[in-house]
């Protein structure tokens, strides 16, 4: 069994346009890509959509449904209606699951707790809509860096209390940068697994020194996560899905995308690929 | 009763040696800094004890234990020699407690578990010489974008169970900067305070954008902390010790600090001074 890997479009983004990203992705051998709404737009949802199937790939993860928190009624109905056409689309492309969003704080002046309960509250609707086009809704605690501008939600924990708490249709995806220094990481996954809801697995590295907070996620190996480690708690937590390489890199952005396809899947290989230990 | 303030050298660094940052902190009126073992350094020991004594202020934090993790036990019994020297000036110098730094993962391989272990090894003699010392041990949890290569410490959950396995002469600084992310922060200061061990509460703010992980802090008010709720939170919890001014920050350092100084003085008063709240 070789192993299952997707690129998410965002490691190649200054690079590649959708068309010429996916036709790389399938010229490499996978079968499955994770996009971007921008992108998609950028072309149509129709040429995209052919774009796939041209390429015989289907998507994986789409990006995304949010940001929608927002500091007054008025606001948050016009992002609530943004969100649920992403959502839309997402299942038009027929997606596995759509990444959930949420934004950030600034500039509302309510606290992270205020915002916690408002992303719980706005989620009910989201997922409604998400269930009657049949997309996954899918979770994902970014690192806590980013708690102020991106997503109030840190943690797995928390996000396994909302899958709890809001039922079918809604999973979690883990990205090993955003949850690796989380000392409660691997009891978290196991439950997350336990209840079926792992829907992605997305790898990258953290750089010692990191240099900005948003783009500057390393190459898998370049960094100090203990990727292997990972990878064997999810899938003892029963995941089955793929490896997916998200990067958000101006290093690797400024790269011929073509040598950092090449360098993800050599490096996804030599830290994932446990072919001579499982099958002898 | 004024509000009760502590600067930390470390605000100043850049512009203010020890004595003229004695000197400027008891022309202020505050009775009690926060100092730096390199500071002190600088000008040896007796030199610092007879500056405090002379500016009429003594020791509140000593900067600090560590780090003192490493990869070799050679490496590691080395550090562990050099923490010990620290913690004997900090008694020397009649401080409140030693800040725990351990330091962080690079360049080792071994996970941020195995390093979650050998901190709580290593604290085992650091707490017996600083008991020995009659000074205290302060754990710091530091944010989770510091686990890396700063400490693998990264919550207040973490802290107060090390804190509960380690027994008396060890305790918790509160940094808002490092903690006011963790959903469970308001629990894990609760559970500090009613074990009587939070010996400190620094603030700073987050700033949005955050331009660098060790170096742009904000300024109280110029960030989206909510620094008075946890004010608030602390105080309910039983802390009675000041509120003690960190930030490292190029921003501030290349200013004069007299103004950083009255600023940061101006801030606090607007942000956390309650007289006429409580006692009208």
Known sequence: ????LV????????????????????????????IWGDEVDRIGLKAAAQ?????????????????????????????????????????????????????GLAPYQKGLAGLRHQLADTLVPLLEHARSCGVSLALEPLHPMLAGDRSPLCTLAEANALCDA??????????????????????QIELAGASGRILGFHVNDWLIPTSHLLTDRGMMGDGIIDLAHFWGKVREAGYQGPIEVEIFSEHW????????????????????????????
Chains 1, 2 share one sequence.
């Open 51 to 103: 774009s796939l199937h041209d390429a015989g790939l289907t998507a994986f993860g789409y990006n995304r449904a949010g940001p929608f928190l927002a500091a007054t009624p008025d606001a948050q109905s016009e992002k609530l209606a943004a969100t649920m056409v992403e959502i839309d689309k997402a299942a038009e492309l027929g997606a596995d699951h759509v990444l959930v969003f949420p934004g």
């Open 7 to 34: 690129m998410n479009h965002a490691t190649f983004r200054k690079a590649w346009r959708f068309e010429a990203f996916a036709e790389a992705c399938a010229a490499a051998g996978m079968s499955r890509v994770s």
């Open 166 to 187: 809001l039922g079918d249709g809604i999973g979690i995806v883990v990205d090993t940068y955003h949850v690796w220094w989380d000392p409660a990481v691997e009891q």
């Open 253 to 280: 952005w400024a790269r011929d995308p073509d040598m950092v396809l090449q360098t993800a899947l050599r490096r996804c290989r030599a830290i994932f690929d446990d072919r001579q230990g499982d099958s002898q």
């Open 1 to 4: 069994m070789s192993l299952d």
